[in-house]
Nanobody, 126 residues
Framework: QVQLVESGGGLVQAGGSLRVSCTASGRTFSTYNMGWFRQAPGKEREFVATCAWTGYPTYYSDSVKGRFTISRDNAKNTVYLQMNSLKPEDTAVYYC???????????????????WGQGTQVTVSS
């Protein structure tokens, strides 16, 4: 069992930066692939980024590639999402997710992940 807790969300102006974090309980964090998803009001949950249990490889959605960076610190049981050049359309609740086994063709599929955090709100004002 893995429990995930996100933090670091908030309000930021367009063009600004924000880093959200997700800390996991348990001693097996380093064996999990970790992902970030987001969900805006009235929309489905969408893939943002994923990194393998070693930290590499990483995967990004086209909408955030070049602006967002996913990283992890296994010693701290934490995965990060650094978000730069934020846009109003990035506004959403951001969720982290964990799964042990994940094939490359499934990294963008939410229901392939076994554990989820409660989410943290990111709001980008124009």
């Amino acid at each position: 069992q893995v429990q995930l807790v996100e933090s670091g969300g908030g309000l930021v102006q367009a063009g600004g930066s924000l880093r959200v974090s997700c800390t996991a309980s348990g001693r097996t964090f380093s064996t999990y692939n970790m992902g970030w998803f987001r969900q805006a009001p009235g929309k489905e949950r969408e893939f943002v980024a994923t990194c393998a249990w070693t930290g590499y490889p990483t995967y990004y959605s086209d909408s955030v590639k070049g602006r967002f960076t996913i990283s992890r610190d296994n010693a701290k049981n934490t995965v990060y999402l650094q978000m730069n050049s934020l846009k109003p359309e990035d506004t959403a609740v951001y969720y982290c997710a964990a799964v042990r086994r994940l094939s490359e063709d499934m990294v963008r599929v939410p229901n392939r992940y076994d554990y989820w955090g409660q989410g943290t709100q990111v709001t980008v004002s124009s």
